[in-house]
């Protein structure tokens, strides 16, 4: 149940600026895990894990109400923000707490969903990670993941610095012991956790309208210069503060281009655990 290996350690290669938490407090369950909402009844026990600040898991609770909805994340401070945005919604079927994906501080058979959205990518050991969900979800539940996939992001026009954006970011998440295209990766990662029946989707994320198109070049422009991204990536020797400067440019002049649009593709995974399930 409980293990130690060092390659579960990695570091979240966003952190949790001000930019990063603009991004992830615009997400809802509607457009994030819409691949998970048939699955969902009211009375369950939700395990929310990676709640980030909490958007998702406040619809969540809102679904499954009377059901309780358990959130946790890696990170004190952003637990704490989830919080108030439950407190801030009236809710009073959620819980929070710290913990880790790869050692989940739960009893077997605890929640009939275990739910991750955006969090297989920055583990250290995703099947891992995987394992813990499935130990913690009763027999007959479902387990369910997205992650997005940055070797799948397309976009227009076509800035050449852009191409340099998504390089850099790759070999940045890679070095801190994440897999940025996990997307693709998450129905292996799920049968090599025990899972045999996967359903597996995929869902986008587009940006096209003037004010997506300024949102979205707007968070990636500061995450380049002012995140925990940007000094894991001149720290490690992956760029200098003037290349991450000429970056940022890059995604404010694609915000401003009329005709600019942006693809962000998701995998999705709906995994059912057997009535009878013996972990492996």
């Not at 958007?55 to 108030?84: E, F, H, N, S």
């Not at 899972?195 to 004010?211: P, S, Y």
């Amino acid at each position: 149940m409980t293990h130690a290996a060092a390659k579960e350690t990695a570091v979240y290669t966003h952190g949790h600026h001000e930019s990063v938490l603009r991004s992830h407090s615009w997400r809802t369950a509607a457009n994030s895990a819409a691949y998970l909402l048939p699955e969902l009844r009211p009375g369950q026990r939700v395990l929310d894990v990676g709640c980030g600040p909490g958007t998702i898991t406040a619809d969540l609770a809102a679904l499954v109400a009377p059901g309780q909805v358990t959130a946790v994340d890696a990170a004190p401070d952003v637990v704490a923000k989830a919080r108030a945005v439950a407190a801030e919604r009236g809710l009073d079927n959620v819980e929070f707490a710290v913990a880790d994906v790869h050692a989940l501080d739960f009893p077997d058979d605890s929640f009939d969903v275990v739910h991750a959205h955006q969090v297989l990518q920055h583990v250290g050991d995703p099947v891992q990670a995987l394992r813990e969900m499935r130990r913690v979800c009763r027999p007959g539940g479902v387990v369910a993941a997205r992650d997005s996939d940055y070797g799948a992001f397309a976009w227009y026009p076509e800035l050449p610095a852009l191409d340099d954006w998504s390089r850099l970011y790759h070999v940045v998440a890679r070095h801190n012991g994440g897999e940025p295209d996990a997307g693709r990766r998450l129905f292996s990662w799920a049968r090599a956790a025990g899972f045999t029946d996967v359903t597996t989707t995929a869902g986008t994320w587009c940006f096209a309208t003037e004010e997506e198109r300024a949102w979205w070049s707007g968070l990636w422009a500061d995450r380049t210069t002012e995140s925990v991204y940007a000094r894991l990536a001149v720290e490690g020797g992956h760029a200098t503060a003037e290349e991450l400067a000429g970056i940022a440019e890059a995604w404010r002049e694609w915000g401003r281009h009329e005709d600019a649009w942006f693809l962000v593709p998701h995998g999705e995974i709906l995994c059912r655990v057997p009535e009878s399930d013996v972990p492996n």
